[in-house]
């Protein structure tokens, strides 16, 4: 390979790069700062590379000369939609909690340089994951952004809830990484090829020719989606996910509902991608499976994981904790769209995403407020603040109701792009006399299952609201009015109600190449 072929290969991973050279400079920062002066000068670097890494994907995004589905790096980096969409949402989120870490005092005390890394490392390995078409790259992804999310949930080293929260972290994800390798072990043994994309298309080919049952491919699947499923919280794989929601510095803790499990919805698409049938390679004409087994699998583990979530959430009484419970339901939505399989499913799973990053980092950026004044995330420390600061009040509410999912926020636009297409896959689903088939029925009764979970949450959001607005304060002491904090709250704000008209983030999605 010659030096022009390397640097055209390099090209394809160059927001990547920025990402590694950021984090040896924000090493060698830190190294020659100050400590008083080291969370400063390391995030304002971090920050630096994470938007250099953004420009460089927004202009190959907007570029009339765009290679986006093309595969680069010797053919392990593949450039394509959802890889395209995801390190957008990623850089977007991590911007967010630089600047959160910045006015965030849990964090005060320590040197920045190796926590900054290490988020970085984790937004690296988010970025390789989503992007791998080669099994070792997908693994050295995943890895990456798991060890560094290990180390960052306990940085606060003298802190027992958060070692605590590392410890139980790294133990569960170091059991789900083991189950995650044996089942690419088995696709490779099957399709005999790294690649991810050939390996289903091959299996793909073996099921439609009958060369091979379904019950090896789909314990394949399984055993891969039981690794994924931790990173995305999915029930019966979420037993870490509340504790150490609890115990991380709350910038982390958004980091890990948004980032972590955005990487990991973006790596279940990369194996999935395959799988639909609107998207499948040239040549594979046949579906891997059946026209039932994956809907009823993810309808299934939908229902459980939403239901689990919500229902949960109403005892809880810290909000970091009752968040960690909304998070495992919203991944519980969002497999509603792995039941279907076509571009629209794939468009709206994207945009909820989206709109999720914007709500939820919102509702943690004025959790991290409330813990920088009253030391505390209790529901009960929330008591009267709707008179002592009530713009971050009105920001909180507008968050929850997004988050609901009810109008006029972005989070009702979600939601209803996801329930659409559940019903309409159910309606198509409809025999030529207009006859309702089982499987109508069963994406008509999983839209309902969510519908009423929607309403379920919202009594659970509310009591937050309510302890807000209706409870008696401890105290009359103020809170204090910081015009930077309410400049934060309103730059998330306006985009969770603004994006009620969609069509900007849709036109986003059409242009990374669907």
């Given at each position: 390979?010659?030096?022009?072929?390397?640097?055209?290969?390099?090209?394809?991973?160059?927001?990547?790069?920025?990402?590694?050279?950021?984090?040896?400079?924000?090493?060698?920062?830190?190294?020659?700062?100050?400590?008083?002066?080291?969370?400063?000068?390391?995030?304002?670097?971090?920050?630096?590379?994470?938007?250099?890494?953004?420009?460089?994907?927004?202009?190959?995004?907007?570029?009339?000369?765009?290679?986006?589905?093309?595969?680069?790096?010797?053919?392990?980096?593949?450039?394509?939609?959802?890889?395209?969409?995801?390190?957008?949402?990623?850089?977007?989120?991590?911007?967010?909690?630089?600047?959160?870490?910045?006015?965030?005092?849990?964090?005060?005390?320590?040197?920045?340089?190796?926590?900054?890394?290490?988020?970085?490392?984790?937004?690296?390995?988010?970025?390789?994951?989503?992007?791998?078409?080669?099994?070792?790259?997908?693994?050295?992804?995943?890895?990456?952004?798991?060890?560094?999310?290990?180390?960052?949930?306990?940085?606060?080293?003298?802190?027992?809830?958060?070692?605590?929260?590392?410890?139980?972290?790294?133990?569960?994800?170091?059991?789900?990484?083991?189950?995650?390798?044996?089942?690419?072990?088995?696709?490779?043994?099957?399709?005999?090829?790294?690649?991810?994309?050939?390996?289903?298309?091959?299996?793909?080919?073996?099921?439609?020719?009958?060369?091979?049952?379904?019950?090896?491919?789909?314990?394949?699947?399984?055993?891969?989606?039981?690794?994924?499923?931790?990173?995305?919280?999915?029930?019966?794989?979420?037993?870490?996910?509340?504790?150490?929601?609890?115990?991380?510095?709350?910038?982390?803790?958004?980091?890990?509902?948004?980032?972590?499990?955005?990487?990991?919805?973006?790596?279940?698409?990369?194996?999935?991608?395959?799988?639909?049938?609107?998207?499948?390679?040239?040549?594979?004409?046949?579906?891997?499976?059946?026209?039932?087994?994956?809907?009823?699998?993810?309808?299934?583990?939908?229902?459980?994981?939403?239901?689990?979530?919500?229902?949960?959430?109403?005892?809880?009484?810290?909000?970091?904790?009752?968040?960690?419970?909304?998070?495992?339901?919203h991944a519980g939505y969002l497999l509603m769209g792995l039941t279907v399989y076509n571009s629209a499913a794939i468009e709206a799973i994207l945009f909820y995403f989206f709109?999720?990053?914007?709500?939820?980092?919102?509702?943690?950026?004025?959790?991290?407020?409330?813990?920088?004044?009253?030391?505390?995330?209790?529901?009960?420390?929330?008591?009267?603040?709707?008179?002592?600061?009530?713009?971050?009040?009105?920001?909180?509410?507008?968050?929850?109701?997004?988050?609901?999912?009810?109008?006029?926020?972005?989070?009702?636009?979600?939601?209803?792009?996801?329930?659409?297409?559940?019903?309409?896959?159910?309606?198509?689903?409809?025999?030529?006399?207009?006859?309702?088939?089982?499987?109508?029925?069963?994406?008509?009764?999983?839209?309902?299952?969510?519908?009423?979970?929607?309403?379920?949450?919202?009594?659970?959001?509310?009591?937050?609201?309510?302890?807000?607005?209706?409870?008696?304060?401890?105290?009359?002491?103020?809170?204090?009015?910081?015009?930077?904090?309410?400049?934060?709250?309103?730059?998330?704000?306006?985009?969770?109600?603004?994006?009620?008209?969609?069509?900007?983030?849709?036109?986003?999605?059409?242009?990374?190449?669907?």
């Amino acid at each position: 390979m010659t030096l022009s072929d390397l640097f055209q290969q390099s090209h394809g991973i160059l927001p990547e790069m920025l990402l590694s050279l950021a984090i040896c400079v924000v090493i060698f920062a830190d190294m020659a700062s100050r400590l008083s002066h080291s969370r400063n000068v390391s995030g304002f670097v971090a920050l630096a590379g994470v938007a250099a890494a953004l420009a460089v994907v927004a202009a190959r995004l907007f570029s009339e000369n765009s290679s986006l589905g093309s595969l680069t790096f010797g053919g392990m980096v593949r450039q394509d939609q959802i890889a395209v969409f995801f390190k957008i949402v990623f850089f977007l989120a991590t911007i967010a909690v630089i600047l959160f870490s910045l006015r965030s005092r849990e964090t005060q005390g320590y040197r920045a340089g190796e926590y900054f890394a290490l988020l970085l490392g984790a937004v690296l390995g988010a970025c390789f994951l989503v992007s791998a078409d080669n099994l070792i790259l997908f693994v050295l992804g995943l890895e990456t952004l798991s060890i560094c999310c290990y180390v960052l949930a306990g940085f606060l080293k003298h802190e027992r809830a958060s070692a605590e929260a590392s410890l139980k972290y790294m133990i569960y994800g170091a059991v789900a990484s083991g189950v995650l390798f044996f089942g690419l072990s088995y696709l490779y043994g099957m399709s005999g090829t790294l690649s991810i994309s050939e390996g289903c298309g091959f299996l793909s080919k073996l099921v439609s020719t009958g060369r091979v049952a379904h019950l090896p491919i789909i314990l394949v699947l399984l055993l891969i989606l039981a690794g994924i499923g931790f990173k995305i919280a999915m029930v019966p794989f979420h037993f870490w996910c509340p504790d150490v929601y609890q115990g991380s510095p709350t910038p982390i803790t958004a980091f890990l509902s948004v980032v972590s499990k955005a990487a990991g919805f973006g790596a279940l698409l990369r194996i999935l991608l395959p799988f639909f049938s609107e998207v499948l390679p040239a040549g594979a004409e046949a579906r891997l499976l059946s026209q039932q087994d994956l809907p009823i699998l993810f309808g299934l583990l939908s229902v459980i994981t939403m239901t689990f979530g919500n229902l949960v959430a109403i005892r809880q009484t810290d909000v970091k904790r009752l968040l960690a419970y909304s998070s495992i339901a919203h991944a519980g939505y969002l497999l509603m769209g792995l039941t279907v399989y076509n571009s629209a499913a794939i468009e709206a799973i994207l945009f909820y995403f989206f709109v999720y990053m914007i709500m939820n980092l919102g509702a943690f950026w004025i959790v991290i407020v409330m813990v920088n004044r009253v030391g505390s995330a209790e529901i009960s420390r929330f008591n009267g603040i709707a008179f002592k600061a009530p713009f971050l009040f009105s920001a909180l509410f507008i968050f929850l109701i997004s988050l609901t999912g009810l109008p006029p926020t972005a989070g009702f636009v979600g939601k209803f792009m996801l329930f659409k297409v559940v019903v309409g896959a159910g309606l198509s689903n409809m025999n030529a006399a207009g006859h309702i088939t089982p499987m109508t029925a069963f994406y008509l009764l999983l839209a309902l299952i969510g519908v009423l979970n929607s309403a379920v949450s919202l009594y659970y959001y509310m009591r937050i609201a309510r302890a807000m607005a209706f409870e008696k304060a401890a105290d009359d002491r103020p809170l204090g009015d910081d015009p930077l904090d309410r400049a934060y709250a309103a730059a998330f704000m306006v985009p969770a109600v603004a994006l009620i008209y969609f069509a900007p983030i849709l036109q986003l999605i059409a242009l990374a190449g669907l």
